[in-house]
């Protein structure tokens, strides 16, 4: 079997979690990665057994020839990056978030289509397994015909430190936009994922902690095109009771007209049709990687999206609807006011 050969562009915290991902696809060979400190790109090619390291992008490119790219660095860093791969006519898979701002993500999206190469979003959390069984039980029409609301609490608890965020991603202290930009967006899209498009929200954004620049607590209301509503309550500041705020990130309820899914901070999900006791879903779900090895499947789908030629779930094109959403959270919280006509491109 000939294997896609791959590079990866960025060393930092959260790359572990793509190299072993590669590492277990065994139609991918991860040739080389590149970080612009040296050091970092080489002790990641010796623990990962990765054959080679770079500190340079368009060097590795031109060396390498690889089939794909992996960019694991800063949004503001992807517009540069995305326009070295399209040029040399590689497929790209681009970590969240994918840009700044709105524009210069469709900058990007622009680029890659320009160049006709392929451009998947590295949005991991609809392909946690919990949001796949979800969406599986609603097709099923485990909770009726008609989907009622979705609501979601998330408490991570990590931001509430005067040194927060230095030890992991001290970048996270001077974005200007953080909890909706950097942790809200998953749930952007897995809401679009789990309910259909929204068409509209409301957005109340405060922050906490004064030693960082941006939010870090938020309510946002949706209102789904099919008619359903949606309600997300984030906050980065204060704790939850789970003890791994990081595998589910919270705790949902979604309502049909027939019953309630419920998932819990350690990956129970659980059916209870109206008139029903509430019963235990076996589903797969597993301990590995990152929040259900979803760094994993989100890459197993874009190699199968490559090999097959099927589309992306998020690419570059479509995750654009989501960023609409996130652009339109942030313009509600300012105005104070519900913005709507998002589905159907109407702003």
């Not at 099923?140 to 015909?145: C, N």
């Not at 998330?154 to 909706?180: N, T």
């Not at 049709?273 to 989100?298: K, M, N, Q, S, W």
């Not at 890459?299 to 097959?308: A, C």
């Amino acid at each position: 079997m000939k294997k896609l050969k791959g590079v990866a562009i960025g060393a930092g915290y959260f790359s572990q979690f793509h190299f072993d991902a590669w590492s277990r696809i065994p139609e991918v060979e991860l040739s080389a990665v590149c970080d612009v400190n040296a050091d970092a790109a080489q002790n990641a090619s010796s623990q990962y057994q990765i054959a080679k390291s770079y500190s340079d992008v368009g060097e590795m490119l031109d060396r390498e020839s690889p089939d794909f790219v992996d960019i694991i660095t800063r949004p503001d860093s992807h517009l540069a990056l995305v326009k070295e791969a399209a040029k040399r006519g590689i497929a790209i898979i681009c970590q969240k978030a994918l840009a700044p701002d709105i524009d210069e993500a469709k900058e990007i999206v622009r680029v890659a289509e320009d160049a006709s190469v392929p451009l998947m979003v590295h949005e991991n959390f609809r392909f946690q397994p919990w949001y796949r069984e979800i969406r599986r039980q609603i097709e099923s029409d485990a909770i009726g015909d008609r989907l009622h609301s979705i609501a979601f609490s998330c408490r991570m608890g990590d931001g509430w430190q005067v040194d927060a965020y230095l030890a992991r991603q001290p970048y996270f202290r001077e974005m200007p936009r953080l909890l909706i930009f950097e942790t809200g967006v998953h749930f952007v899209d897995t809401f679009r994922y789990v309910g259909g498009e929204i068409d509209g929200v409301y957005a109340t954004l405060a922050r906490y902690n004064s030693e960082i620049v941006g939010e870090d607590a938020g309510t946002v209301m949706f209102e789904f095109e099919s008619g359903a509503s949606g309600l997300w309550q984030g906050n980065r500041y204060n704790e939850p009771t789970s003890a791994d705020a990081r595998f589910t990130f919270g705790e949902a309820v979604i309502d049909g007209s027939r019953g309630s899914l419920r998932l819990y901070g350690n990956g129970r999900l659980t059916l209870q049709p109206l008139g029903e006791p509430e019963r235990d879903i076996e589903y797969p779900c597993h301990r590995r990687g990152f929040a259900g090895d979803c760094v994993f499947a989100t890459q197993r789908h874009f190699i199968d999206s490559l090999t097959g030629d099927t589309p992306m779930e998020t690419s570059g094109r479509e995750y654009l609807k989501s960023l609409a959403v996130v652009d339109a959270i942030y313009e509600s919280s300012q105005s104070k006011l519900p913005v709507r006509g998002l589905a159907g491109g109407q702003r």
